[in-house]
């Protein structure tokens, strides 16, 4: 959950807290008053009694408990208020100050476009692939993130973003998303949904494209707005089950054709292949090749979707996604052709 939502949450459930603190210890003043006591007192004195013993701590001059149970009552309101107040508090503020303390250091974001960008929401593994396609045709995008230490990736990029949780509207907002022409859900899928939700009414024109953690919600987050739902991990999935069937082999020598002019190959890196002993994410495959890498097969290991702090080392196979004319250029690069 965001600081900003626990904050909020904490807030309300203090505020319940102290108003019930007040009605029950109002009315326990009222009860000992009036039939232990034998005082005259109405509901306005219990009211003020209640609130000056919650904030002065029982320095309340003339109304008094004088009796042994009117002062167990009022020893047990300023315990019960001593925990709500200050220990409730500073629990409940925490959240929201640290929240602030952790974006005071962070760089300041680059502009967001004024119209017919995409936003991409969420810049984990399947976001910066997207950032890095927007980049390679020259769309105009904005990045939706909350993430502190990714924040502070995007700004010394110079990549335009919004800082916040991309479910509430404010920050959808602030990205323009009503001047958007799509929009990238790339976070898991049930911050996902909400966000879909809330972009889908604030722009009901734009195409909303969704990364899938899991394939059986693809239902939801369709009914929550999506045009267009995507499993990262699906294509490399079906590879790997593929192989362990052997209906292509181990080594796949031809391409298999995807959707819309895509296929799926791999790609045995030699020694004298540049991409040899980098990392992933430095290899700037995307960039120079068009070419997607979904996975990584390195000594009968798997990896879907690596991380992009992965190294590549002669031997492993690299699983692309692209057109002919991608593919062809990242088998020259992994093959070290000259």
Known sequence: MAPLQIFKRRIVILTISIVLLILSGSAAFYFVSTCIEGHDVTILDSIAWTIITISTLG???AIELTTSVGRFITASVVFVSIGVIFVGGPLSIAPWLEEKLKRAGLPKRAPTP??????VCGYGNVGREVVEDLELYGVPYVVIESDPLL???LA????PFVDGDPTIDSVLTDSNVAGASAFVAANGDEINAFTILSARRLNRDMRIVASLEDVGNAKVVRAAGADKVIAPGSIAGNMLGQR?????GVDIIGKISLLDGMELQQYPISEKSPLAGKVLGDTKIKAFSGATVVAISRGGDFMVNPDPEEIISAG???IAVGNDRQLDSLGHISRGDS
């Open 114 to 119: 004024s119209g017919g960008h995409v936003i």
């Open 316 to 318: 492993d196979t690299l």
């Open 151 to 153: 924040i502070t990736q």
């Open 156 to 159: 010394r990029q110079r990549i």
């Open 59 to 61: 320095s309340y001059g």
């Open 244 to 248: 362990t069937c052997k209906d292509h």
